[in-house]
């Protein structure tokens, strides 16, 4: 499946649980050798009352992250079109906590991504020794890299939307250094859990563009979880509306958010089922 062409191998380990090893999904995840994907998702019996399902998300280098966006969209329509269940909103568990998931008339799907957390501590991030610039009613942090190829620090966002992520102001995505920054971000040491990392242009208040390097599958056609970031730093620098078109790579997602620190960003976009197949995955690799 893809969601704006961030694109996703779906599990369906409901009945039985398969057990794959990091080095197995890698094996999916492979462009050449595999099936190909920017992150493994399976679909599990539910864990809990109210809950429908656990949304299970392993990155392409075979690590287990804490949500996707784009994957929760396809998500909702895979377990609907696999007859795992007939509702158009479902409830789902994550790593990071609990989201729903809705079916619009239009056939793209929105998804409550929850509010964002702001607290360095629970991103993580370490400050330490750092002073934040003042920029709307927010900030920017000052990241320096010992890097030769990134030698002036970069100031970004900082946030988590489930997941690490930062944003920074870019004044044409096309010619931002997101194949060379992006990978220092991403393994920043400030940065515990590694980051994904977010270059926003500004068209107007209500419309950007986008391109994110994201932690473990280096750039995608989209993110999601990075658009609701985007979004979100930039209506606290005081340059955004509340409801925000995203242009990426991959296609256009629409994120809603108030402003208002506790309230859930909601995400829109595509979800397509591109083709359903059979793998024998190798027990040693």
């Given at each position: 499946m893809?969601?704006a062409?961030?694109d996703?191998?779906?599990?369906?380990?409901?009945?039985e649980?398969?057990n794959?090893?990091?080095?197995q999904y890698?094996f999916?995840?492979?462009?050449?050798f595999?099936?190909?994907?920017?992150?493994i998702?399976s679909?599990?019996p539910?864990?809990?009352?109210?809950?429908?399902?656990?949304?299970?998300i392993?990155?392409?280098?075979?690590?287990?992250?804490?949500q996707?966006?784009?994957?929760?969209?396809?998500?909702?329509?895979?377990?609907?079109?696999?007859g795992?269940?007939?509702k158009?909103?479902?409830r789902?568990?994550?790593?990071s906590?609990?989201?729903?998931?809705?079916?619009q008339?239009?056939?793209?799907?929105?998804?409550?991504?929850?509010?964002?957390?702001?607290?360095?501590d629970r991103?993580p991030?370490?400050a330490?020794?750092l002073?934040?610039q003042?920029?709307?009613?927010?900030?920017?942090?000052p990241?320096?890299f010992e890097?030769?190829t990134q030698?002036?620090?970069v100031?970004?966002?900082?946030?988590?939307?489930?997941n690490?992520h930062?944003v920074q102001?870019v004044a044409?995505?096309?010619?931002?250094p997101v194949?060379?920054?992006g990978?220092?971000?991403?393994?920043h040491?400030?940065?515990?859990?590694?980051?994904?990392?977010g270059f926003?242009?500004v068209?107007?208040r209500?419309?950007?563009?986008?391109?994110?390097?994201?932690r473990?599958?280096g750039?995608?056609?989209?993110?999601g979880?990075?658009?609701c970031?985007a979004?979100?730093?930039g209506?606290r620098?005081?340059?955004?509306?509340?409801?925000?078109?995203?242009?990426?790579?991959?296609g256009?997602?629409?994120?809603?958010?108030?402003g208002?620190l506790?309230?859930?960003?909601?995400?829109?976009g595509?979800?397509?089922?591109?083709?359903a197949?059979?793998?024998?995955?190798?027990d040693?690799?």
């Open positions: 893809q969601g062409g961030n996703f191998v779906m599990l369906d380990e409901t009945r649980r398969f794959l090893s990091p080095a890698r999916l995840a492979d462009r050449h595999g099936v190909g994907a920017d992150q998702l679909v599990r539910s864990p809990g009352e109210g809950i429908d399902f656990e949304y299970v392993h990155n392409a280098d075979g690590g287990e992250v804490e996707c966006g784009n994957g929760a969209r396809c998500f909702v329509r895979f377990v609907r079109e696999q795992l269940t007939s158009d909103a479902v789902v568990k994550t790593l906590g609990v989201i729903e998931l809705r079916m008339p239009d056939g793209r799907v929105t998804v409550d991504m929850g509010a964002p957390v702001f607290e360095l991103i991030f370490d330490t020794g002073l934040p003042a920029e709307g009613s927010w900030q920017k942090w990241l320096a890097a030769p030698s002036v620090p100031l970004i966002a900082i946030l988590s939307m489930g690490p930062t102001l044409d995505v096309d010619s931002a194949l060379q920054t990978p220092l971000i991403e393994r040491e400030r940065f515990p859990r590694r980051a994904n990392a926003m242009q068209v107007s209500r419309r950007i563009r986008l391109r994110v390097y994201e473990g599958a750039e995608t056609l989209a993110c979880t990075g658009a970031a979004v979100v730093a209506r620098w005081g340059l955004l509306d509340a409801r925000v078109d995203v242009t990426t790579r991959g256009e997602l629409t994120i809603d958010w108030t208002q506790e309230a859930p960003v909601m995400m829109t595509p979800a397509t089922t591109v083709f197949s059979e793998i024998e995955v190798p040693a690799l």
